[in-house]
C-alpha cells in the first residue's frame, strides 16, 4: 500500500465543511485516498512517515483546482491572425475550416499540451469538450493522453450535426451524422467510463450547441446520458447572437430551449451562460443545473460578463473553466480564477457592494464548485476519505514578495507563473514547478511543428 505525506506546509487549506486554513500543515494519504489533515505536530505517529515524504516549507497547499470546460484541441491555434478580432460566431467561421485538418496525432499532442498547462498551474481535475473529430480524430485519443500524463479526465463526447446547409453554423465538412454520434458515444461509455469513487476517467455526453445540432440529437442524447448515469454538457446562451439564433430558430430563451429538451438537472452543465436572465438563474437554481464561467474567454471574444454573483446567490452550481486555448488564450487555470474574481467586481462596482467576489469565494468556485458541477463528491476537499488531489503554490516567488499578509488571497490577486507542486491520485506528477510525466522542452518543439503543418495545409 503506497503512502504519501505532505508536511510543513506554510497554510494548508482544506475546504472541508469547517473551511479550516491550517498552519504549518500536514496531509497523509495511504493507496491514493486521505487518511489525515492536520497540523503537522497533530499527525498521529502511524501517519509520520511515508513511501513519500514531500516538505512544503513556504507553500500553500489546497485541494486541486478543477477545470470544467475546455477545447483542447485549440491550443494549435492560439492567436490567429484571421480570427484575433472577432466576436463568437465570425471567430468560429474562422476556424472551423483550420480544424477540418485535424489528424489523431494532433488531438493527442494538443492534450498533452493542454494538460500540462493546468497541471503547472494548479489543475488536477479537468473536463473536455471536443466536438469535431475528421480524419480519424477520436475522443480515445485524449483519453490515452490523460493516461499518459497522469490527469484526472472527465472526456466529453462533443458533436455537431447540423451543418451551414441546414441552417446550421459549421460547415458540412465537419458534422456527423446523427446516429453515428450516438453510436460512437455509446462506445466511449462502455470502453472509457468508470462510475466508482476516485475514478480517473469519466465519459460526458455533450451535444456542443443549439446552433450545430438538431432537437432530436439533443433530446436522444440527454437519454442516452441518463440510462447510462453519465452527465450531460454543452454551451448556452454565450453572447447575443447565440441568444438571437435560438430565439429565432425555437421561439424561446436559451434557459427555455434547455427545459424543453430535457437539459436542466444536477447531471448537466452548461458553459458560458453569460446571458443568462433571471428566469433562467432561477430555473438553474430550482434544478440544481450546473454552470462553467469562463470569463478569459468571454472578455477576449467581447461576449460579455456572466452573472455570477446572481448565480451563487440564488444557488446555481457554479464552477471555473478557462474554455479552449484559442478562445482565451491561455489554460492557466489559477489566473482564470484571478479574471473571475477581478471580473465581478468590474461588473457590480464596490468590493464591499452587492456583486463582488472574495478570494474564498472563488477558490470554493474553483474547487468544490468544480466537484459539484462534474457530479463528484470525491475531489475539491482535503479530508480524510478525500481523492489524494492536491496541489503547493510558492510563496518565495518574486510575484508573491510581500504578500504574506493573507497567502491564500494571494493566490488570487498576485500572479502565480507555476505551482511547486502538483499531486493526483497520490502521485506526484509536479515537484519542484518542474511537471515529471512530459518531457516539457521536447513536447512543446513537436506541438509547435504540429500547429505550422494545421495552419500552413489549412
Request: aromatic share 4%; with cysteine.
Amino acid at each position: 500500500m503506497a503512502t504519501l505525506l505532505v508536511r510543513h506546509a506554510r497554510l494548508l487549506v482544506t475546504m472541508d465543511p469547517q473551511r479550516r486554513e491550517i498552519a504549518d500543515g500536514a496531509i497523509f494519504a495511504r493507496d491514493s485516498v486521505i487518511e489525515a489533515v492536520c497540523a503537522t505536530a497533530d499527525l498521529p505517529p502511524a501517519c509520520r512517515q511515508a513511501d513519500e515524504v514531500i516538505d512544503a516549507h513556504e507553500q500553500v497547499v489546497l485541494p486541486g483546482l478543477v477545470n470544467t470546460h475546455h477545447h483542447f484541441f485549440q491550443t494549435l491555434t492560439r492567436v490567429l491572425p484571421a480570427a484575433q478580432d472577432c466576436e463568437l460566431f465570425d471567430w468560429l467561421t474562422a476556424l472551423y475550416p483550420v480544424w477540418a485538418r485535424l489528424t489523431p496525432e494532433m488531438v493527442r499532442a494538443s492534450t498533452l499540451t493542454a494538460m500540462a498547462e493546468l497541471l503547472l498551474s494548479g489543475c488536477t481535475t479537468t473536463s473536455d469538450h471536443l466536438y469535431l473529430y475528421p480524419n480519424g480524430a477520436r475522443l480515445d485519443d485524449c483519453f490515452e493522453a490523460a493516461a499518459e500524463i497522469g490527469m484526472r479526465f472527465h472526456g466529453a463526447r462533443g458533436s455537431m450535426s447540423v451543418g451551414r446547409s441546414a441552417g446550421g453554423l459549421p460547415p458540412d465538412s465537419v458534422v456527423e451524422r446523427e446516429p453515428a454520434i450516438l453510436a460512437d458515444t455509446q462506445r466511449l461509455i462502455e470502453r472509457w467510463h468508470d462510475p466508482a469513487r476516485h475514478a480517473m476517467r469519466r465519459v460526458v455526453v455533450a451535444p456542443c450547441s443549439p446552433f450545430s445540432v438538431s432537437t432530436g440529437l439533443m433530446k436522444d442524447a440527454a437519454a442516452l446520458a441518463r440510462e447510462h448515469s453519465v452527465s450531460l454538457h454543452t454551451h448556452l446562451a454565450e453572447n447575443d447572437n447565440d441568444i438571437a439564433y435560438t430565439r429565432e430558430k425555437f421561439r424561446c430563451t436559451p434557459a427555455e430551449y434547455a427545459e424543453q429538451l430535457g437539459w436542466l438537472g444536477p447531471d448537466v452543465w452548461h458553459a458560458h451562460c453569460v446571458k443568462l436572465d433571471a428566469a433562467g438563474i432561477a430555473l438553474f437554481a430550482k434544478t440544481g443545473t450546473g454552470v462553467a464561467h469562463c470569463p478569459g474567454s468571454n472578455m477576449r471574444l467581447a461576449s460579455g460578463i456572466a452573472p455570477i454573483r446572481a448565480m451563487r446567490d440564488a444557488g446555481v452550481p457554479v464552477s471555473i473553466a478557462v474554455d479552449g486555448s484559442a478562445s482565451n488564450d491561455s489554460g492557466h487555470l489559477l489566473g482564470e480564477a484571478r479574471l473571475a474574481l477581478l471580473l465581478q467586481r468590474v461588473a457590480h462596482g464596490p468590493v464591499k457592494g452587492p456583486g463582488a467576489l472574495t478570494a474564498r469565494e472563488v477558490l470554493e468556485i474553483a474547487t468544490l464548485g468544480g466537484a459539484r458541477v462534474l457530479n463528484r463528491n470525491d475531489i475539491g476537499a482535503l479530508a480524510p476519505g478525500m481523492s489524494a488531489d492536491l496541489v503547493g503554490v510558492p510563496l518565495d516567488e518574486i510575484g508573491m514578495a510581500g504578500a504574506g499578509h493573507d497567502p491564500l488571497a494571494a493566490l488570487f490577486f498576485c500572479h502565480v507563473p507555476r505551482v511547486a507542486l502538483n499531486v493526483v491520485d497520490g502521485c506526484v506528477l509536479v515537484r519542484d514547478g518542474e511537471l515529471k510525466t512530459l518531457d516539457l522542452p521536447r513536447h512543446v518543439a513537436r506541438h509547435n511543428r504540429l500547429a505550422r503543418k494545421l495552419v500552413d495545409v489549412a
